[in-house]
């Protein structure tokens, strides 16, 4: 009797496997993602880049959708919402906004946000509570730091983006346009008194971004003169000590005198290695997170459209 018994638990058990593997539970269903966001996400590309969007770039965005859904998803099932405190904030400020009585506490008034489901709805609370997702990836998946070689390997990579621009340290003497016509006299005040910048400036008008600057590299000047401006000042090969000009921009003329320059020079890789370093453990990060969303969703069935 005991063995038929023992008999029947292993052909139970047996019967219980077998029809676990032939009949596997179904796996949830991500997607298809929300017509509307994908779309919204279209027409913002479009108006911005002022380009069509090719199908390749619209599969994109429904990878990014599909993406994000999961991150918020696995966020709700370790129920990370009830531990942060922007989340609880956004709550209230919605709770308020539909109409709450402004007696409620705002305990009261996240307990009554949760059982209306706000935090599944809001945009908001979406995108904290995915960030957060990928917060939690990256603490909790061991990532080594970029090593020597890797730095190294980088900075060759990418020379061109360590080419440092020439940048000049000048002084200069305005005339509006209106005072255009008199600055061929003032630079003849200039160079026979033999005046220093600080005294010619004395000869000149006002100029509302100032008189002095340092170590402006091109691209910097002509955000404060103008592109006219800094191509003349490159063009004339200054060197320190010199008088220059007059020299065009969009407000006038300027006498400049250049205190000093300092020729474009590629960076040492010494100079830059924490810049590279940072991105390197950026893109790591990123990467586990990618690796992440794909392995968790193998789990799922995934529905594009």
């Known amino acids: 009797m005991r063995r038929a018994w023992l008999q029947f638990l292993l052909l139970g058990i047996v019967l219980f496997l077998a029809g ?6 179904p796996k949830p269903v991500l997607g298809p993602p929300n017509a509307a966001r994908i779309e919204a996400m279209v027409q913002n590309y479009a108006r911005f880049s002022q380009g069509e969007v090719s199908p390749g770039l619209r599969s994109g965005f429904v990878a990014a959708e599909l993406r994000d859904e999961l991150l918020f998803r696995e966020a709700i099932k370790r129920e990370l919402q009830y531990r942060d405190m922007a989340v609880e904030q956004r709550i ?28 599944l709805t809001d945009e908001v609370i979406r995108r904290r509570l995915v960030q957060i997702m990928e917060r939690l990836i990256v603490a909790t998946t061991p990532i080594a730091p970029p090593t020597t070689e890797a730095i190294s390997a980088r ?4 020379t061109e983006n360590w080419q440092e621009p020439p940048r000049y340290t ?3 003497v305005f005339l509006s346009e209106e005072r255009r016509g008199e600055m061929p006299s003032l630079i003849e005040q200039v160079r026979s008194a033999h005046l220093g ?4 400036r004395l000869l000149g008008a006002p100029f509302l971004s100032g008189y002095a600057f340092t170590r402006q590299s091109p691209e910097q000047m002509t955000r404060v003169f103008g592109t006219v401006f800094a ?16 020299i065009d921009s969009a407000f ?6 250049v205190d000093a320059v300092e020729p ?37 069935e995934v529905r594009r459209s």
Do not use: C
Not at 197 to 200: R, T, V
């Open 20 to 25: 676990k593997w032939a009949f596997p539970d």
């Open 155 to 158: 900075y060759q990579r990418d």
């Open 252 to 257: 006038g003329a300027h006498f400049v005198f």
């Open 264 to 300: 474009a020079r590629m960076l040492w890789v010494e100079e830059v290695s924490l810049r590279i370093e940072r991105d390197l453990v950026r893109e790591a990060e990123e990467q586990t997170v990618s690796d992440w969303v794909e392995q968790t969703m193998a789990g799922y």
């Open 197 to 200: 910048p600080d005294e010619a």
């Open 231 to 246: 191509d003349q000042l490159v063009a004339l090969d200054a060197e320190s000590g010199d008088w220059v000009g007059p």
């Open 92 to 119: 209230i400020r919605n709770m308020r906004f539909l109409g709450s009585a402004n007696e409620a506490s705002d305990a009261a008034l996240i307990e009554q946000g949760y059982d209306l489901r706000l935090h």
């Open 170 to 172: 000048i002084r200069h």
